[in-house]
């Protein structure tokens, strides 16, 4: 059974430190996995997608990177700011063609 | 262009009631998924439709009910809601593919049972 692990649960930096958020999955076989971000009281934002043929993508001052063989993903957020505040989720396609596993989520602060 | 839409944003019931919760996109995507969200939790699939005229159930199917209206709505039904059910519900939908495509949710249903 896929299981899908984040770490840390919460986290609460200064503005402009760099950062890494941290995901781990149990079994390698996935077809992608994605980066969302959730905003208190909204829906998800996808920010980025990774396939499983692909080790990195980067999307202005995100980097998200994939090491399926030890099953694991970190996203890196340069030069954080108070708009980065939310809770960002790591999520694999996994388990069947069409289901996508979500871990717990990181919960970040972004303090000025 | 208003991506997935979700009725209603938020609805308290008392235990036993029922409700139906709508979901609707104007993607013309083919697959579409019911998530629930609980604190400390993440997102957990309850039902997904692969496309118009199929559903399967997900991790935690049980309470519910789904029903793929056409190739644009998808509902969620609880027929004898149960404080458990509590939660925040999200729709999804994606365009069928090879994985690379992205899923896009709807702003989500706040549910309280009492």
């Known amino acids: 059974k896929q299981e899908v692990t984040q770490i840390p649960a919460a986290l609460s930096v200064p503005e402009g430190e760099n950062l890494v958020l941290n995901c781990s999955f149990t079994?390698?076989?996935?077809?992608?996995l994605q980066w969302f971000r959730q905003d208190p009281g909204k829906g998800l934002t996808s920010l980025l997608l990774?396939?499983?043929?692909?080790r990195e993508q980067t999307s202005g001052r995100l980097n998200a990177s994939l090491d399926k063989s030890s099953g694991r993903s970190t996203l890196y957020i340069a030069a954080s700011q108070p708009g980065d505040s939310a809770t960002y989720l790591c999520?694999?396609?996994?388990?069947?063609?069409?289901?996508?596993?979500f871990g717990a989520g990181t919960r970040l602060a972004v303090h000025p | 262009n208003a991506g997935v839409t979700q009725t209603p944003k938020f609805q308290v019931l008392k235990t036993g009631q029922s409700m139906t919760l709508q979901c609707a996109q104007d993607m013309n995507h083919n697959s579409m998924y019911w998530y629930r969200q609980d604190p400390g939790m993440g997102l957990r699939l309850i039902y997904y439709s692969a496309s118009e005229g199929t559903t399967d159930k997900g991790e935690v199917p049980n309470g519910y009910n789904v029903s793929r209206l056409n190739k644009r709505e998808f509902s969620l039904r609880l027929e004898s809601a149960a404080p458990s059910q509590t939660s925040v519900y999200f729709c999804?939908?994606?365009?069928?593919?090879?994985?690379?495509?992205?899923?896009?949710f709807g702003p989500g249903t706040r549910l309280l049972v009492l």
């Open positions: 999804a939908s994606r365009t069928a593919g090879t994985g690379i495509e992205t899923q896009y």
């Open positions: 990774i396939q499983s043929s692909q």
């Open positions: 999520a694999v396609f996994s388990g069947g063609y069409n289901k996508l596993i």
């Open positions: 079994d390698s076989a996935i077809y992608n």
